[in-house]
């Protein structure tokens, strides 16, 4: 029996709805649906009755609702006991940071901690924002920087560092690519590179939202799920992009980097970096780290808002 199907049971128990119960495990419905299905298949009996309008416990469901409890809460109590333990035996800080906050902010904070930490070892584990979390609550690392959720797992700590704006990537050879500056009116006929909104919310939905609040609609040439990836793309012609500042760091050749124009009143125009750990624990390394990074956070912003404009 996996501690995930018992985690399901509880949060739709709980919920009484499948949408809501997902949204809190940060799962899609239908994922969601799947691990009751196999927890109902190893049990050989119903745990919910569902119709189109309500969920509710079967008998055998408020039976185990109590153990289902216990069981998940011994689990939590086996991994806090367990990351203890580990980081009782490592020195090793385990910071995981998003593609651009690896490229620009995780340079410039490494080289702080050199002269102030000089001691302590930084692990460093780049990966979108859907997979830090999870490692956080897993333990597997000890610090995230993330775009924070919409919906925020209560068991994670986020502390909002500051905004990252937003450029323009496009070949050198683009006739944009000579100006100061881009508004989003010079692209209303561009092909456009968007990262996959499954994957990279925040960044999908800035881009779009940029066009819409100047009544545009983005013109959608490709969908890609890494920076990186899409970077090439605007190196190989396939069409314009919006990303983070930080993300100019690449140097791709043939790709240029021009800061984005943005009309006074856009909202979401930015993108939030923020620093994600787990509540309720105590980490002297951790907090040090925090410590270096709150010491230095508004020279930490300059470079991620250079290049702001306001039309």
Known sequence: MDITQIKSFLAVAETLHFGRAAQSLDMLPASLGRQIRLLEDKLE???FVRTTRSVSLTEAGNSILEDAKALVAQAERLQTKIQDVRKSETPVL???AIDSAAAGLMPQLLMMMRRDLPDLEVQLFEQKTIHLLPKLLSGSIDIAFCR??????????????????AVVALPKAHPLAGKSS?????LADEPLIVPDRRSRP?????????????????????????????VNLVAAGTGLAIVPRWTSRFQVP???????????????????????????TRDVRRDAFLSVLERNLPDLERTAELYQFRI
Do not use: C, M, Y
Not at 148 to 165: A, S, Y
Not at 182 to 186: C, P, Q
Not at 206 to 228: H, W
């Open 45 to 47: 009996t119903r745990l």
């Open 202 to 230: 925040h960044s999908h939905d800035l881009t779009i939202k940029l066009f819409v609040d100047v009544g545009l609609t983005a013109r959608v040439a490709q969908v890609a799920e890494e920076k990186q990836t899409i």
């Open 254 to 280: 043939g790709v240029a980097f021009v800061p984005l124009s943005i009309p006074q009143g856009t909202t979401r125009s930015k993108l939030i970096l923020a620093a994600a750990w787990t509540r309720g």
């Open 94 to 96: 385990r910071v995981g």
């Open 182 to 186: 881009i508004a989003i009116s010079d």
């Open 148 to 165: 924070p959720p919409d919906v925020r797992d209560q068991r994670l700590n986020f502390r909002t560092l500051f905004f990252e704006t």
